[in-house]
C-alpha cells in the first residue's frame, strides 16, 4: 500500500513540474512581457548617483 502511495506522490509531483516550467516559459516569452523583461534588463546599467 505504500509503494502505491509513493509512486502516485512522485507521478503527481512530475506532472506537476511539468505544468509550472510551462507556466514559467509562456510567461518568460510572452508578448505582454516584453516591456518588463527590457527594464529589467537595464538594471545593471542604472546610474544611481553613488559614488565607487
Known amino acids: ?6 509512486s502516485i506522490v512522485v507521478d503527481g509531483w512530475l506532472v506537476i513540474a511539468c505544468f509550472l516550467f ?4 509562456w510567461n ?3 508578448p ?3 516591456s518588463q523583461m ?5 538594471i545593471p546599467f542604472k546610474d544611481e548617483g553613488g559614488t565607487r
Do not use: G, P
Open 28 to 30: 518568460a516569452f510572452s
Open 32 to 34: 505582454s512581457a516584453r
Open 1 to 6: 500500500m505504500s509503494q502505491f502511495i509513493i
Open 38 to 42: 527590457e527594464r529589467h534588463a537595464r
Open 22 to 25: 510551462t507556466a514559467i516559459v
